[in-house]
């Protein structure tokens, strides 16, 4: 999962940014509202976290810019509590709003809720043959046993059984799973893919030489 933070914070931004990183997403930054847009423009992101109160162009200009691009889901941060501020930025097609100050637990929870309504999944809970996903936890099961993945498996994991019966190229996992600034050797994702087979099975996740993996309902 690939996330862009635009907070102007220092420390804000990167106490955010090391969570992100924990819960297993690819993280880039900007700082403000035009830095935003540049990036939206030539990168795909699952999730944006913006922040309304941005030097320059604030984030209500900003995600009317954002949206002009694309769809992708945008979370809005102020430390503005007014409903009129809440209801702009939902108007403005904000798929949340936190205020300021707020848990870390709390945004990764309604990071996941967003995550499950766009991929058509409301229930935290996914399963595909004997494997079952608890999104809300982060967790794998195999046959209802505990999995151990690293954060980067479970994400990989999490991304082909939510596109279940569809082809993942190689090419959308690294855009996800890799910011711009990550060295990334050409093997790394088959290394991961085999990983997860050594844990749930070597026919779980197939191969489609020359198009990607797939795992199949």
Excluded: C
Aim: charged share 30%; proline share 2%; hydrophobic share 40%.
């Amino acid at each position: 999962m690939k996330a862009l933070l635009v907070e102007d914070t220092m420390m804000l931004r990167k106490t955010i940014r090391e969570a992100l990183t924990e819960e297993g997403y690819a993280v880039e930054v900007a700082v403000d509202g035009k830095e935003a847009i540049e990036k939206v423009e030539v990168s795909d992101y699952d999730i944006i976290i913006l922040d309304v109160m941005l030097p320059g162009l604030d984030g209500f200009s900003a995600l009317k810019a954002i949206r002009k691009v694309g769809q992708t889901p945008v979370i809005m941060l102020t430390a503005r509590d007014a409903i009129s501020d809440r209801v702009k930025g939902l108007d403005l097609g904000a798929d949340d709003y936190l205020t300021k100050p707020f848990d870390l637990d709390e945004l990764m929870a309604r990071l996941r809720a967003i995550a499950r309504r766009r991929g058509g999944d409301r229930s935290p809970h996914l399963e595909v043959g004997k494997v079952s996903l608890d999104t809300a936890a982060r967790k794998a099961f195999l046959k209802g046993e505990e999995i151990n993945l690293t954060s980067r498996e479970y994400v990989i994991l999490e991304t082909l059984i939510r596109q279940r019966n569809q082809v993942v190229s190689r090419a959308f996992l690294y855009e996800h799973l890799y910011v711009e600034d990550e060295t990334t050797l050409s093997n790394v994702l088959d290394v991961y893919i085999w990983r997860l087979r050594s844990k749930l099975g070597k026919d779980f996740i197939k191969t489609r030489r020359g198009f990607g993996y797939i795992v199949e309902q």
